[in-house]
């Protein structure tokens, strides 16, 4: 079974950066879709940034020009570097990847940002 962990959460300024990362189990490169969602208080998850084996990725209205994911492949790595933070982006995030029609999940970590 495919594990995923999280990593590089924590409590940032507004205007700060945070880089996600998210090492998993076996190759990425099997998983069709890799991204990152995250869930705040008093809402519903949402999909926050998605990258396709191909490379090609899609972003949440909220995190497009401030996110970026990515993916290494030989280190079987997904990143999320996350830029100009403001306090409406505090959420747990995890990792997610779909894998032969089959959907993995991380634990999450927590995202804070305020002064």
């Known amino acids: 079974q495919l594990q995923l962990v999280e990593s590089g959460g924590g409590l940032v300024q507004p205007g700060g950066s945070l880089r996600l990362s998210c090492v998993a189990s076996?190759?990425?490169?099997?998983?069709?879709?890799m991204g990152w969602a995250r869930q705040a208080p008093g809402k519903q998850r949402e999909a926050v940034a998605t990258?396709?084996?191909?490379?090609?990725?899609i972003y949440a209205s909220s995190a497009k020009g401030r996110f970026t994911i990515s993916r290494d492949n030989a280190n079987n790595t997904v990143y999320l570097q996350m830029n100009n933070l403001e306090p409406k982006d505090t959420a747990i995030y995890s990792c997610?990847?779909?894998?032969?029609?089959?959907?993995?999940w991380g634990q999450g970590t927590q995202v804070t940002v305020s002064s």
């Open positions: 076996g190759r990425i490169s099997v998983s069709a879709v």
């Open positions: 997610h990847a779909v894998v032969f029609g089959r959907n993995f």
């Open positions: 990258i396709f084996s191909d490379g090609r990725t």
